[in-house]
Structures are given as structure tokens and as C-alpha cells.
T-cell receptor, first 115, second 111 residues
Framework: DTEVTQTPKHLVMGMTNKKSLKCEQH?????MYWYKQKAKKPPELMFV???????INESVPSRFSPECPNSSLLNLHLHALQPEDSALYLC??????????????FGPGTRLLVL | DAKTTQPNSMESNEEEPVHLPCNHS???????IHWYRQLPSQGPEYVIH???SNVNNRMASLAIAEDRKSSTLILHRATLRDAAVYYC????????????FGTGTRLQVFP
């Protein structure tokens, strides 16, 4: 099983709402990632978790709050977002995140619209 | 960080071979060359990677220049399903733990 699942597929939220994105993998991977992708642009890394600890935060605003409750789950908590945060949010996982030859497996993404 | 340069777009006819180029003139000796692709409305998917030697797998072949300053992803017989954005990505000691995507090449495949 090389699948990364993400829920929900689509999300519409207002600027005062609080919502969460969920990502799950059962490949035994110990590195998990959040990327943001605006329309017609490449994915941009937001956060990296390695062995359930946050190892990289690419200067992401605090209205995005990641959480890794266990080695299979990754959440992204959203609060007080702006319309410019509307994008496709991609989750990925890899074995350990420490090998330059390692493959990352991506989920299908959550398409977020902030009104 | 070493950078990659790819053409913005390329076209191919179905069942023809496709050669997708990538320039990486500032590559360092320990940088791996990875290729991912992103089909419409999907997340990126791994295609192939290599260090120095040419590589083959069920999806594609990767030809790496002798000086490693460029590489070419080869799809031997393009299908409509191969229409996607193809990203050439370098992974070195500075980004062992992350992928840094460039703008990629949008491949169109015509019946």
C-alpha cells in the first residue's frame, strides 16, 4: 500500500472559521510533509515532521498550525485564514526524510477556498 | 542551492517517444536528480531518480550527461495519461529532507 489519503477533498471556510485538514499513511514512514500549491504554480514546502517532531517550518504564518499525533497521522489546523490562503494543500510522506535518494509519496490534496 | 532549468512546455503525439530536458549546471557531486510529475487535479508522483548512471524503470528512463550538468527524462511511448507537469528536482546535502520544486515542463500529448 503506497497510498497517502487526505480529507476532506474540498473545503470552503470563512475567515473567522477554524478547520482542520487530515492526512494519513500506513507505509510505516517516519517523515511527513505539508505543501501548499497555488494555481498554476509548483508546490511549496510548509512543514516537515520527522519522527513525530517538527523539523522544518518554512516561515509559515501562525494561522497554520501543524500537528503530528502519531507516526501515521498529520493534521493541519487552520484559523483566521485570508482569501490568499486559498490553494491546494498537499500532504506527503517518506521513509525517514534523511536520504537524498528517498521517494516522497503525495496525497491527492485538499482544495481550500477561503471566503 | 543548485537550480534546475526546464522548458515551460512541450508537445508530443501519442505513442511517440518524449525527451524532457533539464539543465542543472551548478549541480554538486553528491546531488541526486529526481523527477516527479503531477497529473491534472492530482498530487505529484515520483517518476525516477539517479546520481551518475542512467536509470530505467517501468515508467521512464533517465539519461544523465557525463558531466552531470544536464539530464533527460525519456518516456518511450507517450500516452494521453502522460500529459502532466514534469518536475526535475535536485536533492543535496542542503535539502536532504525536502523537495524544492521548480516551475517544471507542461507536457501535452495529442492523439
Amino acid at each position: 500500500d503506497t497510498e497517502v489519503t487526505q480529507t476532506p477533498k474540498h473545503l470552503v471556510m470563512g475567515m473567522t472559521n477554524k478547520k482542520s485538514l487530515k492526512c494519513e499513511q500506513h507505509m510505516g514512514h517516519r517523515a511527513m510533509y505539508w505543501y501548499k500549491q497555488k494555481a498554476k504554480k509548483p508546490p511549496e514546502l510548509m512543514f516537515v515532521y520527522s519522527y513525530e517532531k517538527l523539523s522544518i517550518n518554512e516561515s509559515v504564518p501562525s494561522r497554520f498550525s501543524p500537528e503530528c499525533p502519531n507516526s501515521s497521522l498529520l493534521n493541519l489546523h487552520l484559523h483566521a485564514l485570508q482569501p490568499e490562503d486559498s490553494a491546494l494543500y498537499l500532504c506527503a510522506s517518506s521513509q525517514a526524510g534523511r536520504d537524498r535518494g528517498e521517494t516522497q509519496y503525495f496525497g491527492p490534496g485538499t482544495r481550500l477556498l477561503v471566503l | 542551492d543548485a537550480k534546475t532549468t526546464q522548458p515551460n512546455s512541450m508537445e508530443s503525439n501519442e505513442e511517440e517517444p518524449v525527451h524532457l530536458p533539464c539543465n542543472h549546471s551548478t549541480i554538486s557531486g553528491t546531488d541526486y536528480i529526481h523527477w516527479y510529475r503531477q497529473l491534472p487535479s492530482q498530487g505529484p508522483e515520483y517518476v525516477i531518480h539517479g546520481l551518475t548512471s542512467n536509470v530505467n524503470n517501468r515508467m521512464a528512463s533517465l539519461a544523465i550527461a557525463e558531466d552531470r550538468k544536464s539530464s533527460t527524462l525519456i518516456l518511450h511511448r507517450a500516452t494521453l495519461r502522460d500529459a502532466a507537469v514534469y518536475y526535475c528536482i535536485l536533492r543535496g546535502v542542503y535539502n536532504t529532507d525536502k523537495l524544492i520544486f521548480g516551475t517544471g515542463t507542461r507536457l501535452q500529448v495529442f492523439p
